[in-house]
Structures are given as structure tokens and as C-alpha cells.
């Protein structure tokens, strides 16, 4: 026991001599990814492949950049200032009347001389809503959010309904239904407006 002892490096109580195999940046990006040595290790060799640790602190260190691709998991700046309003300008609100001879224009521009076509539909679709959300770009509605959809069903005579339901405030959002009718289709275009606080 005596000579243990004399083998024993003379300093402070509790206090380690030998250096640590890594740095200590090494250490902190190993304690994140769970692999290399952990803290019982630290005279330890690593034993681990040193290439693969250092491509996957690469990933996480490009995966982490802010710049250079948009990540779900960092909070996204807001570009707009706090206005703490909770209801829009008298001249900024959505006016349904202003809004739906419009859309009906867009339809009827767009479905005058079309026939019913399974195969292409879902892009007459697709072209009909892309042109009423643009309509609705052009009407500058300041911290709306618009949402428009779009159903087109062939004639055969029967009654069609369609229904949503909402939850917004009255006081502030609104909605439009526009419908219009050719030999052998029917249309429905339906504009939500909803306010941002």
C-alpha cells in the first residue's frame, strides 16, 4: 500500500494531472450528439472513429446556421412592428360588396367558353383560385388572411350544397360565395377574409 502511495503524484486533494485526449469544444459537441468520451473518459483514449464525429458536427453546425437554410425548430423573426390593434382601419376592412362583382368577372372571363372536362379540371381550378387570390393581392387588405376555394361539378340537373363552418370574429371577418353556371358546369368560388391581430 506504502508503495502506491509513493507513486502517486503529490498535489491538492482531488486535484488531476494527466492531460484530456480532446479539446474542450470537442467535448461540449460529443456531450450533444451522445457520442465520444463522456466525463469518467477524460484520460481515456477515444475510441470512436474520429471522421464520422467530425462529419456529423458538420451536419449539426451547418444544420444550426441560421443563414443558410430556414429551420421549423428557431423562432423566424416578425418583420412587422407591433401595432397592438385588434381590429383593422375603417378604410382597410373587407368590403364583400366592392369584392364580389369581381370574382364573378374572373369567373365568367374564365368559364364562358369552357365544357366540363374531368381530365382538365383540376387545373381550370388550380387557374380560377390563383386568379381570385390575386384579385384579392390587388385590394390591399393589410393583415388579412385570405383563403380562397374553389369547386367546379358537371350539371346533371341534382341540387348541390356546400357548407363550411368557421370560427372568427363577426365583428371583423367575413366571408363571399360567388356562384355561376354554364350549359354543363356549375362553379362556387368562396373568399374568406380573416383578421390578423
Request: aromatic share 8%; glycine share 4%; hydrophobic share 35%.
Given at each position: 500500500m506504502?508503495?502506491?502511495?509513493?507513486?502517486?503524484?503529490?498535489?491538492?486533494?482531488?486535484?488531476?494531472?494527466?492531460?484530456?485526449?480532446?479539446?474542450?469544444?470537442e467535448e461540449t459537441?460529443?456531450?450533444?450528439?451522445?457520442?465520444?468520451?463522456?466525463a469518467?473518459?477524460v484520460?481515456?483514449?477515444?475510441?470512436?472513429?474520429p471522421?464520422?464525429?467530425?462529419?456529423v458536427?458538420?451536419?449539426?453546425?451547418?444544420?444550426?446556421?441560421?443563414?443558410?437554410?430556414?429551420?421549423?425548430?428557431?423562432?423566424q423573426?416578425?418583420?412587422?412592428?407591433?401595432?397592438?390593434?385588434?381590429?383593422?382601419d375603417n378604410?382597410?376592412?373587407?368590403?364583400?360588396?366592392?369584392?364580389?362583382?369581381?370574382?364573378?368577372?374572373?369567373?365568367?372571363?374564365?368559364?364562358?367558353?369552357?365544357?366540363?372536362?374531368?381530365?382538365?379540371?383540376?387545373?381550370?381550378?388550380?387557374d380560377?383560385?390563383?386568379?381570385?387570390?390575386?384579385?384579392?393581392?390587388?385590394?390591399?387588405?393589410?393583415?388579412?388572411?385570405?383563403?380562397v376555394q374553389?369547386?367546379?361539378?358537371q350539371k346533371?340537373?341534382e341540387?348541390?350544397?356546400?357548407?363550411?363552418?368557421?370560427?372568427?370574429?363577426?365583428?371583423?371577418?367575413?366571408?363571399?360565395?360567388?356562384?355561376?353556371?354554364?350549359?354543363?358546369?356549375?362553379?362556387?368560388?368562396?373568399?374568406?377574409?380573416?383578421?390578423?391581430?
Amino acid at each position: 500500500m506504502a508503495a502506491r502511495r509513493s507513486n502517486m503524484p503529490t498535489e491538492p486533494h482531488g486535484a488531476v494531472t494527466m492531460k484530456p485526449a480532446f479539446s474542450v469544444k470537442e467535448e461540449t459537441h460529443a456531450s450533444v450528439i451522445g457520442t465520444g468520451p463522456s466525463a469518467s473518459q477524460v484520460g481515456a483514449p477515444t475510441t470512436g472513429n474520429p471522421d464520422r464525429r467530425q462529419s456529423v458536427f458538420r451536419r449539426l453546425s451547418m444544420s444550426m446556421n441560421v443563414n443558410s437554410r430556414k429551420s421549423s425548430m428557431l423562432p423566424q423573426p416578425n418583420n412587422r412592428p407591433n401595432t397592438f390593434r385588434m381590429e383593422p382601419d375603417n378604410e382597410y376592412r373587407f368590403r364583400p360588396y366592392r369584392v364580389q362583382p369581381k370574382v364573378l368577372e374572373v369567373l365568367i372571363d374564365r368559364l364562358k367558353d369552357e365544357t366540363y372536362d374531368a381530365a382538365t379540371v383540376n387545373e381550370l381550378v388550380k387557374d380560377i383560385t390563383r386568379n381570385v387570390h390575386q384579385l384579392m393581392r390587388n385590394f390591399q387588405l393589410p393583415r388579412y388572411k385570405i383563403v380562397v376555394q374553389t369547386v367546379i361539378g358537371q350539371k346533371y340537373g341534382e341540387l348541390i350544397r356546400i357548407a363550411s363552418r368557421c370560427l372568427w370574429d363577426p365583428k371583423n371577418d367575413n366571408m363571399i360565395s360567388v356562384n355561376y353556371e354554364t350549359n354543363d358546369m356549375v362553379a362556387v368560388v368562396t373568399v374568406y377574409a380573416v383578421y390578423f391581430e
